[in-house]
């Protein structure tokens, strides 16, 4: 992952042809992102993860906001343990 910032939410006044490329750029962008992640470990990723947000809030282009935008949209996809732990993980982002 190269950085958080680039994540946006969708925009509800979009026509459906910007939809369409939005959707066509979040498929190459999860191919892209497949490849990278692809023989890593869980550990290796979240580490990953870790450090980029950690140089993102320390050079000011992440927010607190930021993150919570990306718990928002990372955590309806995880189980229970996992979500808790991404949100210890945010809580600890927050701090720096």
């Known amino acids: ?3 958080f910032k680039s994540y946006t939410p969708e925009e509800p006044d979009k026509d459906i042809h910007e939809k369409a490329a939005d959707v066509n750029s ?3 962008l999860a191919k892209t992102l497949s490849k990278a992640m692809n023989g ?3 550990g290796q990723l979240l580490q990953t993860i870790i450090a980029e947000a950690e140089r ?3 050079e000011g282009t992440l927010t607190n906001a930021d ?3 990306f718990y928002n ?3 309806p996809m995880l189980d229970g343990f ?3 732990k991404l949100k210890e993980v945010i809580t600890r982002l927050k701090s720096i």
Do not use: C, F, I, Y
């Open 73 to 75: 949209a990372l955590s």
């Open 82 to 84: 996992k979500r808790k």
């Open 40 to 42: 890593k470990s869980q």
């Open 56 to 58: 993102g809030k320390r």
């Open 1 to 3: 992952m190269k950085d």
């Open 67 to 69: 993150l919570d935008n």
């Open 26 to 28: 979040t498929v190459e």
